[in-house]
């Protein structure tokens, strides 16, 4: 009887231990959140500031510079102290119309997130599949799911939201500067529906290796 109770004691105090170790670990990654995003506010006014006494503006009705520039850097640091962790493109362009710009660095800003996405899945997805004897079924299968994956990313690109935009007048022309940012959480998925013909362990060791 005592034995069972010293246990019961015992299950008791390391729950109550596993508790307070994680209310703990809680509070310091809530620390460490704060100084990130007290660190990306700062940053954000200091560049802000820059930026505005060369030209740079926003769109009327968009946000203020400095709270899209937070939101860029904070998207950048991310994947740190448990923040969402995204994939970022920025671009510039120049055109004569403002239109044009606008969306020449748009598109340039995505194909560079598309890109990182592509060339991060791929050597996953080769990685996880292949072999020292794989036979060329296996190689035209891995192939098959690299396109696969490049046309799902391809796809999903208007999924990049726009998070910073500015422009100014340069010459008779409008110059941009756009930041993208793709949540990580997406690609990840991405690389899972590539992987059809993966058996669930291979699956399993690619979403680790992400």
């Known amino acids: 009887m005592k034995t069972k109770f ?16 994680n209310a703990q670990d809680d509070k310091q990654m809530l620390k460490e959140q704060k100084a990130i995003q007290k660190q990306a506010t700062k940053d954000a006014k200091t560049q802000a500031k820059a930026l505005k006494k060369d030209g740079w503006k926003v769109a009327v009705g968009s946000k203020p510079m400095e709270a899209q520039l937070t939101d860029l850097f904070m998207k950048e640091r991310g994947g740190k102290a448990g923040l969402p962790q995204h994939i970022v493109g920025r671009s510039e362009a120049v055109s004569g119309s403002y239109a044009a710009a606008r969306q020449i660095a ?11 996405i592509n060339t991060k899945v791929a050597g996953i997805i080769e990685s996880t599949m292949t072999n020292v004897q794989t036979s060329s079924v296996d190689v035209a299968t891995v192939q098959k799911d690299v396109s696969t994956a490049k046309q799902l990313i391809d796809q999903s690109l208007d999924k990049a939201d726009i998070v910073f935009e500015i422009y100014r007048e340069v010459n008779n022309n409008t110059q941009f500067q756009i930041g993208v940012a793709f949540a990580d959480s ?9 992987m059809s013909s993966a058996s669930a362990e291979q699956k399993a060791k690619a979403e680790s290796m992400y």
Do not use: N
Not at 6 to 21: E, P, R
Not at 186 to 194: D, M, R, T, V
């Open 6 to 21: 010293f246990y019961l004691v015992a299950i008791m105090v390391g729950m109550m231990y596993c508790t307070a170790a």
């Open 106 to 116: 748009i598109s340039r800003a995505r194909a560079e997130v598309a890109a990182t």
């Open 186 to 194: 997406k690609a990840k998925e991405i690389l899972k529906q590539s």
